[in-house]
C-alpha cells in the first residue's frame, strides 16, 4: 500500500472516529415536518430537506449507513490488503496479473 493511499486512509479513519457514535437512522420524525431526518446517540445529525424528487431519502439513508459502512470497509482494506501486496510480489512485471485461485483465496481467510 503506497503511503498515499496510507495516509487518505488514516484521515478517513480518523473522521469515522470524531463522529457521533453508531449506529444511525434515517426517518421522517413527523409527517407535520418535512424532510428526512439522520439520528444517532439520540441526536438529530443532519436533515435532508433540500431535493423534491425523492432522493432527501435515499441521500438520508446512505448517509446513515456510511456510520457503519466505512469502518466495515476501511477493516476489510486493511485485511485484503496483505494478500494484494501477495499477489503483486508473485508478479515481477509491475502489474497485478489476474490470479483467480490465490485471490479467491486470500478473500477465503479474509471473509
Known amino acids: 500500500m503506497t503511503d ?5 486512509l488514516n484521515a478517513v479513519e480518523a473522521r469515522c472516529e470524531k463522529a457521533t ?11 407535520a415536518k418535512s424532510g428526512t431526518w ?15 424528487d425523492g432522493q432527501c431519502e435515499s441521500n438520508a439513508t446512505f448517509i446513515a449507513h456510511a456510520r ?8 476489510l482494506v486493511e485485511q485484503l490488503s496483505p494478500h494484494i501486496m501477495h499477489i503483486k510480489a508473485a508478479d515481477h512485471s509491475g502489474y497485478l496479473v489476474c ?3 490465490c485471490l479467491r483465496c486470500g478473500l477465503e481467510k479474509v471473509l
Open 21 to 31: 457514535t453508531g449506529p444511525w437512522s434515517a426517518h421522517n420524525p413527523s409527517p
Open 4 to 8: 498515499n493511499i496510507r495516509h487518505w
Open 99 to 101: 490470479v483467480p485461485t
Open 38 to 52: 439522520i439520528t444517532g446517540d439520540g441526536w438529530c445529525i443532519a436533515v435532508c430537506d433540500t431535493r423534491t
Open 68 to 75: 457503519e459502512d466505512i469502518p466495515r470497509l476501511l477493516a
